[in-house]
């Protein structure tokens, strides 16, 4: 059987918390992680035959941001890369 490799959420207008099905591997473990931290706030419901999870967290934790811009200069980049190797 294919592992099951889809995130989705629930989420009702108005309610406080959301639901999170997921089959990522990567998803899985930051949510297991903010229960372990946070266990007032996350909850997982199920741990599903096919790996999958469901998981209830606040949906003020949920966000929708384009990834960080890195459009450095050359002497930006080369100043950076000159902090790496003397670290």
Avoid: F
Avoid at 15 to 28: D, F, H, M, N, P
Avoid at 40 to 66: F, H, L, M, Q, T
């Amino acid at each position: 059987m294919e592992a099951y490799r889809e995130t989705a959420i629930d989420h009702e207008a108005g309610a406080e918390y959301c639901g999170i099905s997921t089959g990522e591997r990567a998803v899985k473990a930051r949510l297991y992680k903010l229960r372990d931290k946070h266990p007032e706030s996350v909850e997982i419901i199920a741990e599903n035959k096919d790996g999958s999870v469901y998981a209830n967290i606040p949906w003020s934790w949920i966000s929708i941001r384009p990834p960080k811009s890195m459009n450095y200069t050359e002497e930006q980049r080369q100043a950076i890369g000159e902090r790496l190797r003397t670290s």
